[in-house]
């Protein structure tokens, strides 16, 4: 199941000519549906610079969000897993907002003020793209941005990776 999150609601505006869809082969192949997304999610990117798309449990695996269009003005994009949609998207969209004038996360920075109860994120380099269908998708499968994770912790504040975290590797993939 797939969920888009708009930074501000969606008017409705003529399909973008910078964006063309060169993942897509439209033919009677694709479906009416995805294409339709597809046109919706390059309009948002045009409109607002990027998109996040949310992609919910399937009880076999965690939630994930992730940008999709942010490498044309950041030159990466960012990815959050294991949290809801709608808390991932919002932290996704908090972060691009305060890495914006800046040039953008560095390897295990510590991030205070985008998580509830003063927990920090730690930010890291994504080692596979092969979760970011919808990027190649609408990007083409050249396009290969940097994506960088930002991890929360457990109650106690340890991360994914440190030796005493409780959280068992499932909860919050490393991508």
Sequence with gaps: MFFVHHRWRRSVISAPSAISLTGVPMDSDRSDFMTSYLLQMARTIAEHGYAVQSVATDGYSAPYSYTIGLHQSHGYELVMTGLSPRVSSGVLRTLADRFADSAGPDPDILLGGVLAGGF???MRLVESLENF???????????????WQAVWPDRFGMFPG????????GVQPRF
Excluded: E, H, K, N
């Design 120 to 122: 920090q994120v730690r």
């Design 133 to 147: 269908s919808l990027l190649r998708a609408i990007f083409g499968d050249d396009t290969r941005p940097p994506y």
């Design 162 to 169: 440190d030796a005493a975290c409780s959280l068992s590797p």
